[in-house]
Every structure is written in structure tokens, then in C-alpha cells.
């Protein structure tokens, strides 16, 4: 993601937002960043890899690495047989499909209304975040996928 696009998305104006659900919680990612929005038929588990990655799966005959959001946010994992969808991204000209459990809408936002991440945000989800919106007394987390992909601050935290 350039760091345009990364200031679009809590900047003035408006951004456009897909807004995905992760356990019980609502979260939008700018949709000049993704992709595909896709449910993977397989993942394939990768040796040795850092734990947020839950392994690789094949998108159109490209082989792209298969992050489980869960993770990166501390949540539990979901039930085994559960449903999964993804976000397809791309990084650096590397493909990531972000393993999330549903994607809701698309949603239309004044960056104005960004407000800083809250003092008593879990300090994970902080760390991924770029700001939230408060949509009747919902509480929408903006990702930063920069962040959200970068495993060594993962292995920093702890």
C-alpha cells in the first residue's frame, strides 16, 4: 500500500470502504486496496511459517499467501467447518488473501470523521489500526495492511 493511499484513507474527503467482519466486530479496509473478494477452497499449510499466516492457497492459478486476521487480532479461532472468506490484497507484488469470516458493505466516509484510535483499544488491534468511525454506536476499526503484514512487530509484541 503507498503511503498515498494509506493517507487517503483517514485523510479529508471521503474514502470508500469494504467492511469486513472479524468475531464480533466490524472492520473496513480502503477499497482502492483490494483485489478480489473471494471464499478459498483450500489453504495449505506452510512449515515453520509465523503463525499469522495460516499457509497458501491457489487464486486463478496464482499461489497466494492466506492470512488469518484471527491471528494477527489475538481473537480465538473460529470453529473447525466454519465458512471463511477473503480479501484479496497485494503488497509489494506479492498477493495476500486476508482470511476473515464475512464481508458486509461498501461504505462511503468522510475522512473528517476519523477518529483517533481510542485509549482502551486493545493494544493489537491498535497497532493495526489507522483510526475508527463510529456509525450508530457501532464502532468501524480501519485496518493498516501495511502493518497488518509486517510479522516481525508480531514477534516484537511478544
Not at 43 to 65: D, F, H, K, M, W
Not at 67 to 77: A, F
Not at 107 to 121: I, K, V, Y
Not at 148 to 155: A, G, M, T, V
Amino acid at each position: 500500500m503507498s503511503t498515498d493511499a494509506a493517507d487517503r484513507a483517514v485523510g479529508d474527503g471521503s474514502t470508500d470502504f469494504i467492511t469486513v467482519v472479524i468475531g464480533a466486530q466490524t472492520f473496513g479496509i480502503p477499497v482502492d486496496l483490494v483485489h478480489d473478494v473471494f471464499v478459498p477452497q483450500s489453504i495449505t499449510r506452510v512449515p515453520l511459517s509465523p503463525r499469522e499466516v495460516a499457509g497458501v492457497l491457489n487464486l486463478r492459478g496464482r499461489v497466494v499467501t492466506a492470512i488469518d486476521v484471527r491471528q494477527c487480532l489475538g481473537l480465538p479461532p473460529r470453529e473447525a467447518g466454519t465458512r471463511v472468506m477473503a480479501v484479496g490484497i497485494e503488497k509489494d507484488n506479492e498477493p495476500y488473501g486476508l482470511v476473515i469470516d464475512e464481508v458486509g458493505e461498501v461504505l462511503s466516509l468522510a475522512g473528517s470523521a476519523c477518529e483517533q484510535n481510542p485509549t482502551n483499544l486493545d493494544p493489537q488491534w491498535r497497532r493495526v489500526s489507522r483510526g475508527v468511525y463510529r456509525l450508530d454506536g457501532n464502532l468501524l476499526v480501519i485496518l493498516d495492511v501495511d502493518r497488518l503484514l509486517d510479522f516481525e512487530k508480531y514477534s516484537d509484541a511478544a
